[in-house]
């Protein structure tokens, strides 16, 4: 007697590796990652080849997102301290012999250009989980200030190369890890409302403050520039003011329903500056308007709900930190490019996730995603 042994489907060969998927967020991906083509085939056209090579960089972010969902929680517990050590070093030999671009200091050549900033966008949330878990159940103020010591040190780095976006991401990450750690508003709320006041007094000022010769303490002039121009960019219309008010353009020039996919004018005429990266957006409002502007933003709404949801149910302390970690990264990409490309933001040179053109920020994007997943897969393991 002969026993036929049915060989299985490629499906249920595949199963064990998707397990580690979690629908709903992959469908949020897919519909943004969908909506950055459409963009960058238009507003790249005479690029070359932009267009193509922004879907390469999207599937080495799938292949990233992959390869880090199969790694589970306990184990990128136990790269935390490491990752962040070696972003630390790299961004002290930056400081030290770095390579200088348009006056500014933030790339290492190791044989091959890298920005170790980058690293610490996900070292910086890894090593602030790892330190409150290891503290769980015995949290003294002690802790808490420690944590902030270990943000701050790779923030001022950044700052001093000088690159405010990336500092701006990396201190909203490690302050995301704080907050929901347990931090109390009382310590919160202090801060927040200096900074309101601060800019109240800034917009009320603005014609002293932003006259030629004063200068800001704690600023270089073109960050103080940068903010100068966001209060009233028609100081310096073909200059500093351009991006600005070029963006506002194309925004309302789109109306409710756009001009039509390929149809930009501002985006076609070449009016839009850096329309395939950081102004992407304003490309993407010019053709489809208020109400594609809103899909894209329920798609990003979405996708961070869905990574606090994620978090929410995450198993371990570490794990819903580094989660919530990953949803406020998301946030503010978004609403960080979103708020400088319409005027309510200075113009920091932060990307559009999945949208904007950019190998380095699409496979940190991949790394948040695929350790999300990760998370995801955890909390189905333990269920069952």
């Not at 292949?63 to 990752?83: C, D, H, S």
């Not at 690159?163 to 490690?174: I, K």
């Amino acid at each position: 007697m002969s026993l036929v042994f049915e060989r299985p489907s490629l499906l249920r060969r595949l199963s064990p590796w998707l397990a580690g998927f979690d629908g709903p967020l992959a469908f949020a991906v897919f519909m943004l990652g969908c909506a950055g083509l459409l963009i960058m085939y238009s507003s790249g056209y005479d690029h070359g080849s932009r267009f193509e090579a922004h879907g390469r960089n999207m599937l080495f972010a799938g292949f990233i997102l992959f390869v880090v969902a199969q790694i589970p929680p306990q184990r990128l517990m136990a790269l935390a301290v490491p990752l962040y050590v070696l972003g630390v070093s790299l961004l002290i030999a930056v400081a030290v012999f770095g390579v200088t671009k348009k006056g500014a200091r933030r790339w290492l050549n190791v044989g091959v250009i890298i920005q170790p900033s980058e690293i610490l966008k996900i070292a910086m949330p890894l090593m602030l989980a790892w330190w409150f878990q290891k503290r769980e159940g015995q949290l003294r103020p002690l802790d808490f200030l420690v944590a902030g010591a270990l943000l701050i040190v790779p923030v001022g780095l950044i700052m001093k190369q000088p690159d405010l976006g990336t500092a701006l991401l990396v201190l909203v990450a490690g302050v995301s890890v704080i907050f929901f750690a347990g931090l109390s508003w009382k310590l919160v709320a202090p801060p927040l409302l200096l900074g309101l006041v601060g800019v109240t007094l800034l917009v009320v000022f603005e014609p002293e403050l932003c006259a030629d010769g004063v200068r800001w303490p704690l600023l270089h002039d073109y960050q103080q520039q940068r903010v100068c121009t966001l209060l009233d960019p028609s100081r310096d219309p073909l200059g500093k003011g351009f991006h600005i008010i070029q963006g506002m353009i194309a925004i309302g020039s789109g109306g409710f329903w756009g001009k039509g996919f390929m149809q930009g004018t501002q985006t076609h005429l070449e009016f839009i500056p850096e329309r395939t990266t950081d102004f992407i957006f304003a490309a993407f409002s010019e053709e489809f308007g208020l109400f594609g502007n809103l899909l894209l933003m329920a798609a990003f709404v979405f996708l961070v709900m869905r990574a606090l949801a994620i978090a929410l149910d995450a198993p371990t302390v570490f794990a819903r930190l580094l989660a919530g970690a990953m949803a406020m990264i998301f946030f503010s990409y978004a609403f960080v490019n979103m708020g400088m490309v319409s005027g309510i933001l200075p113009v920091v040179g932060v990307p559009l996730p999945f949208i904007s053109y950019g190998g380095t920020a699409m496979v940190t994007l991949g790394l948040g995603l695929g350790i999300l997943m990760s998370i995801a897969k955890s909390k189905r393991l333990v269920q069952s």
